[in-house]
């Protein structure tokens, strides 16, 4: 309280200087305090918090709800710092720590620092985009494996799954897989996230059809209804399967390492790749060949798709039997992706799990579709 009173009396009596100078005297009583006990307490912690506190007391006199909100801050930092020396030394590991300085740097220097601009054959490739769609995998990745250490295969990865899925259901079956290639005994709960990713693709095609054209949700009602039961149905197999064999004796105790920035760059690569195809094929045919182009779309992204069709019929040009089509289509590709990424991250054994959920959700869906 001292130090901060002084700082504020500080910016009263004088200028710039003034404080400078207060500022000054108070690092060298650190400083000093600091030589005398650094053989029983090397930290560093306490001396900066005084001089932190020192300069508090002088914003408050210009920003008093900022150094209000600074100085909770502090009091919080000071207050848990057992508990946060007992988690950087007991808790984290060191590829831990890694993983999170390697994923900062990613999604904090070359996310905001990637051009946000069409570039490249057909500008087709956004560099932004493919920086965002990295980051989106080794997120994904990482809840993944938080899930897992907290809650265990069985419940973690599915519920990690679910929730990945609304950010990309495809990114999910892959990085899914992917994990899976490294700790085959996760299979059960990898497979129960991938497919419960797929709910999440279900309501968030609804959600977009809805926001966009609400009338053409009666037409969509059934596909998605039946689609998105099947996904729940076959996901929750997996989720209360219990552990035999092989994963039985063999627990998992270590949960491998949070992502692989190799996986994910091969990933976002696949994706600009069909992007580029889809956009030149785009530009040879143009827009007259709308199956098409729902179909190469699709396989990047099924919302996408929707919310075009969606458009054109709010536009008035086409109509709602029309633009049902072009989003199954649309969805059909995107799943079919799905099976193909699920072979290339987790190989035969993970594909031949997560295929046949695919081809459940995708039979309901085309049976919605007969039957509405």
């Known amino acids: 309280m001292v130090c901060a009173l002084l700082g504020s009396v500080a910016v009263i009596l004088g200028d710039g200087l003034v404080l400078a100078v207060t500022v000054l005297m108070v690092g060298a009583g650190v400083l000093v305090a600091y030589q005398r006990i650094e053989n029983q307490d090397p930290g560093m912690t ?28 502090l009091a919080l930092l000071l207050a848990a710092r ?10 984290i590991t060191d590829q ?25 054959p057909f500008e087709a490739i956004n560099p932004h985009a493919v920086a965002r769609l990295i980051v989106v995998v080794m997120a994904i990745s990482a809840l993944g494996y938080v899930a897992t250490r907290s ?30 290639s490294r700790q085959p005994n996760l299979m059960s709960g990898a497979v129960a996230g991938a497919a419960l990713s797929s709910i999440a693709t279900i309501l968030q095609m609804t959600v977009v059809i809805g ?9 969509l009602a059934w596909p998605l209804l039946l689609g998105g039961l099947a996904a729940s149905l076959y996901g929750l197999v997996f989720v209360l399967r219990k552990s035999t064999g092989s994963q039985a004796e063999h627990p998992v105790n270590d949960t491998g390492r949070a992502f692989s920035l190799k996986t994910a760059v091969v990933f976002a690569a696949m994706v600009s790749l069909i992007l580029l195809v889809s956009a030149g ?8 060949a709308m199956l098409l182009g729902s179909a190469l779309s699709g396989l990047a992204d099924a919302h996408a798709t929707a919310a075009s069709a969606a458009s054109l019929m709010a536009a008035g040009k086409i109509s709602s039997d029309q633009a049902v089509t072009p989003i199954l289509v649309g969805l059909s590709t995107n799943t079919l992706m799905k099976a193909v990424l699920a072979f290339k991250a987790g190989g035969v054994r993970y594909a031949w799990r997560i295929v046949p959920g695919l081809v459940l959700m995708m039979g309901a869906v085309w049976l919605g579709a007969w039957i509405r």
């Open 281 to 288: 094929l785009n530009a040879w045919f143009g827009t007259r």
């Open 151 to 180: 809650l265990g295969p069985r419940y973690g990865l599915p519920l990690a799954g679910f929730a990945a899925g609304f950010v990309s259901s495809a990114a999910t079956v892959y990085a899914m897989g992917e994990r899976v």
């Open 96 to 120: 831990e720590l890694k993983d999170i300085i390697l994923f900062s740097a990613m999604a904090l220097i070359v996310l905001p620092l990637a051009p946000d601009r069409f570039m490249g």
């Open 82 to 91: 057992e508990r946060l020396h007992h988690f950087v030394r007991s808790v």
């Open 211 to 219: 926001l966009i054209q609400t009338s053409l949700l009666s037409a």
């Open 46 to 73: 306490t001396e900066f918090a005084l001089l932190l506190t020192c300069l508090l007391g002088a914003l408050a006199m210009r920003e008093a709800l900022l150094a209000a909100g600074a100085g909770a801050v």
